[in-house]
């Protein structure tokens, strides 16, 4: 198909999602990970460098799916029940998803990876499941034709505990079975079946990737074998003079110290053992990269990849949880779908990566993951919200740009609505829908100016802020507000608060209005319920 051809023709729509990727893990953006088909997308299409998501897996992806901000599409915090509509975990029939809204619309709609809007499962008691009743509505109760993945929000990559593929669940995999892999050979199939029919078809490729466990291939993890023994210090520092130099971000803004609570390198007793958790890791984003370099090869194969709409972003920053074993580890099964016997956490000196293997790369290469910003996934501050956000589209993305406006994923349906020429829905299934929350940025991939009207409002278990234009007001739970502006200090370096009280004052407003309106709880309140419902001491696993 010529590129005027298609442009005239209503675009297919892939959607690539990433789960617990920092803003620096990217070749494009600095990283030594070898990223080149990712890459790739970014140099021919828009790479936006503000784009915003909402500090946890479960929230980001109920906002991304809906166009609303996740406590108005019911996953406030996660899958438990909290006891409100804001809280229930699972997505509000008052919500309707992307592909619900396409299908109505005229698309084929297709989902392979990790749906996770749709309640609690407990993993090592999967016979109890209820998947498919209304609290733990599966992908095709939700607006796609096609499913193939998980449920839940983590698998084993060689041996997951629990698969979909359409309505029946997956109970044989091949020895050669690698999550990442499977779902991509399963797009790939569902775009080839689509491409053979009249109407257009949206993708949405929700990679677990580089989510703990770190499970990589040995030859991909290979790749990788000395290459961190300089120690998380040189390789944050390298990646951010990296950004700098090729003028990725706005300023080139003072690098963020390293966290308070992560060693210096040359103290580390086990510094063989970290520097082959941050090697398994990067295979993660390797390997995924490859997949994705399989998939848009497929599309060209198809003649599809002119007029397709490629997104990709990941769903919050780099995770500093430790894979206690008697924490999240818990939860999970420790045995293979073949009875071998699976040794949990972070154990020093047991390298990771194999199937018989669960452990977490932990705050300190998070710190690298997420350079140059401040804390991680949970947290509102930069380093827990921000990702690259890459829109690849031949047929109409002429020029080529790096764009620093700040967008939210609130903003990605609303995009994909005006791409398509697809209307809102005010109603579903005697359901009346609210109106979307988010606003299209199509202008900027079309190459004009564009910057977004209203505030971006943020809240995770108590963590709280809210960006408008170039002022950020953000406070950790219990912690006192922080002012920064966002265009000479995206570092979050050098605290305002207190020095512009007119525009602190304004913001705090902005911010109380929205979370009373929208149902945010107060998380001393909601805490304890999520403490008593996950068996846990404390939220951080």
């Known amino acids: 198909?010529?590129?005027?051809?298609?442009?005239?023709?209503?675009?297919?729509?892939?959607?690539?999602?990433?789960?617990?990727?920092?803003?620096?893990?990217?070749?494009?953006?600095?990283?030594?990970?070898?990223?080149?088909?990712?890459?790739?997308?970014?140099?021919?299409?828009?790479?936006?460098?503000?784009?915003?998501?909402?500090?946890?897996?479960?929230?980001?992806?109920?906002?991304?799916?809906?166009?609303?901000?996740?406590?108005?599409?019911?996953?406030?915090?996660?899958?438990?029940?909290?006891?409100?509509?804001?809280y229930q975990g699972f997505l509000r029939n008052d919500s309707a998803t992307i592909a619900e809204v396409l299908r109505e619309s005229g698309y084929r709609t297709l989902m392979a990876g990790k749906w996770h809007v749709a309640g609690d499962f407990m993993a090592r008691e999967v016979d109890s499941w209820r998947v498919g009743d209304v609290d733990h509505p599966t992908p095709r109760q939700r607006g796609f034709d096609r499913f193939y993945g998980i449920v839940d929000g983590v698998t084993n990559f060689f041996s997951p505990h629990y698969m979909l593929e359409n309505d029946s669940r997956v109970e044989v995999f091949p020895d050669d079975f690698y999550f990442t892999d499977a779902i991509t050979d399963k797009a790939i199939g569902m775009v080839e079946e689509?491409?053979?029919?009249?109407?257009?078809?949206?993708?949405?490729?929700?990679?677990?990737a580089p989510h703990w466990p770190l499970h990589a291939p040995q030859e991909d993890i290979a790749r990788y074998d000395g290459v961190y023994s300089a120690g998380w210090d040189a390789i944050r520092t390298a990646r951010h003079e990296e950004m700098n130099g090729r003028q990725l971000l706005q300023k080139n803004w003072q690098i963020s110290p390293r966290d308070s609570e992560v060693p210096p390198w040359q103290t580390i007793e086990h510094s063989d053992w970290e520097a082959s958790k941050m090697a398994a890791y990067a295979a993660m984003v390797d390997r995924m990269d490859q997949s994705i370099g399989r998939f848009v090869q497929a599309l060209k194969r198809l003649g599809q990849y002119e007029n397709t709409l490629i997104l990709f972003l990941s769903d919050n920053g780099g995770c500093a949880e430790f894979m206690a074993e008697d924490g999240w580890a818990?939860?999970?099964?420790?045995?293979?779908?073949?009875?071998?016997?699976?040794?949990?956490?972070?154990i020093p000196g047991l390298r990771p990566g194999g199937a018989l293997t669960y452990q977490s790369y932990d705050k300190p290469w998070a710190n690298v993951s997420n350079a140059p910003f401040r804390l991680f996934k949970h947290y509102v501050h930069e380093g827990g919200i921000s990702t690259p956000f890459i829109?690849?589209?031949?047929?109409?993305?002429?020029?080529?740009?790096?764009?620093?406006?700040?967008?939210?994923?609130?903003?990605?349906?609303?995009?994909?609505?005006?791409?398509?020429?697809?209307?809102?829905?005010?109603?579903?299934?005697?359901?009346?829908?609210?109106?979307?929350?988010?606003?299209?940025?199509?202008?900027?991939?079309?190459?004009?100016e564009w910057s977004r009207e209203q505030p971006i409002f943020f809240e995770h278990e108590g963590n709280c802020a809210i960006r408008s234009g170039q002022f950020k007001l953000v406070r950790k739970h219990g912690g006192n507000w922080e002012l920064y502006d966002m265009e000479k200090d995206r570092t979050e370096l050098n605290d305002l608060a207190g020095n512009n009280q007119p525009v602190e004052a304004d913001l705090l407003a902005q911010y109380q209005g929205w979370a009373d309106k929208t149902g945010v709880m107060d998380w001393d309140v909601a805490l304890p319920i999520l403490l008593e419902a996950w068996q846990l001491d404390n939220a951080e696993g």
């Open 391 to 448: 829109a690849h589209w031949p047929a109409r993305i002429a020029a080529p740009s790096v764009s620093h406006e700040a967008a939210h994923v609130v903003d990605v349906l609303p995009t994909i609505l005006e791409a398509t020429g697809a209307p809102p829905l005010s109603e579903l299934g005697g359901h009346a829908i609210q109106k979307l929350q988010g606003e299209s940025f199509l202008p900027l991939l079309a190459g004009k």
């Open 194 to 208: 689509a491409s053979g029919e009249e109407k257009p078809f949206f993708l949405y490729l929700a990679h677990a």
């Open 1 to 86: 198909m010529q590129r005027q051809e298609a442009g005239k023709a209503r675009p297919n729509v892939v959607l690539i999602l990433v789960d617990d990727m920092g803003f620096a893990d990217l070749g494009i953006m600095g990283s030594e990970i070898r990223t080149p088909n990712i890459d790739a997308l970014a140099r021919g299409g828009v790479l936006m460098t503000s784009m915003y998501n909402c500090a946890r897996c479960c929230p980001t992806r109920a906002s991304l799916l809906t166009g609303l901000y996740p406590h108005n599409a019911g996953v406030g915090h996660m899958g438990a029940n909290l006891g409100s509509p804001a």
């Open 330 to 346: 818990k939860f999970f099964p420790d045995e293979t779908h073949d009875g071998r016997r699976i040794t949990m956490g972070n």
